[in-house]
């Protein structure tokens, strides 16, 4: 079983509707949770960690379930912009440079 | 701006010949690197925590001779691909942090392509 897993899609949706993305994660002991944004051939880029009482940036909101072991990741209003591949990542400690990351998930927001 | 250098972004090598990838921290002091794999349509895996002054801590599965990382100051540290094969092909990505409490900065990575 993965460490992280992910739906790799491609989710492919029109502008502006509303997108989920889920994730779960196998180790219980996992501390700190991220969403990251990777655009295509390039480094990913934190869009946003997540909290455990939820969170939100935007049009973007960010949930964690510990007890089921499920992160999500909503975006409102798609853009085209908001075309990438979406990384579920994981920290199994405080230390936040050992990540483990989910395989991503694929958006395209068509016009 | 970038925060996290790393060069070369795309290097293309002949079997049998080493490649060194740098990763350089740019304003800030970086104690701990992370050098990260990602083959297509993969996700990213880690290979190694490079240490500044000590020896790098590779994950199961990769190669210390193989891959050789060398964290001689706080805002560089390097990873030397050894006798490189074509399955060693990938895009190779370091990240940094100020500290653990400090978001991660990834580099741009460098696309190794070996022939």
């Known amino acids: 079983r993965k460490e992280v897993e992910q739906d790799p899609g491609p989710f492919n949706v029109p502008e502006g509707a509303t997108v989920a993305f889920n994730c779960t994660y196998s180790?219980?002991?996992?501390?700190?949770f991220f969403w990251y944004r990777q655009d295509c051939r390039k480094e990913p880029k934190l869009l946003m960690s997540v909290y455990s009482s939820g969170n939100e940036d935007g049009r973007f909101t960010a949930q964690l379930n510990r007890a089921s072991q499920y992160i999500s990741l909503l975006i409102r209003d798609s853009k085209l912009s908001d075309s990438a591949t979406y990384l579920c990542?994981?920290?199994?400690?405080?230390?936040?440079?050992?990540?483990?990351f989910g395989q991503g998930t694929t958006l395209q927001v068509k016009p | 701006g970038a925060v996290v250098s790393q060069h070369p972004s795309r290097v293309i090598c002949k079997s049998g010949t080493s490649v060194k990838i740098e990763c350089r921290s740019l304003?800030?002091?970086?104690?701990?690197m992370f050098w990260y794999r990602q083959f297509p349509k993969q996700s990213l895996m880690l290979m190694a925590t490079?240490?500044?002054?000590?020896?790098?801590?590779?994950e199961q599965g990769v190669e210390k001779d193989k891959f050789l990382i060398n964290h001689a100051s706080l805002t560089l540290s390097t990873l030397t691909v050894t006798s490189a094969h074509p399955e060693d092909s990938s895009f190779y990505i370091c990240?940094?942090?100020?500290?653990?409490?400090?978001?991660?900065?990834f580099g741009n990575g460098t696309r190794l392509t070996v022939t």
């Open positions: 180790n219980s002991a996992s501390q700190s």
């Open positions: 490079s240490n500044e002054g000590s020896k790098a801590t590779y």
């Open positions: 990240s940094a942090t100020r500290d653990p409490n400090s978001p991660l900065h």
């Open positions: 990542v994981v920290a199994l400690s405080s230390n936040t440079g050992k990540l483990i």
């Open positions: 304003d800030f002091q970086a104690t701990t």
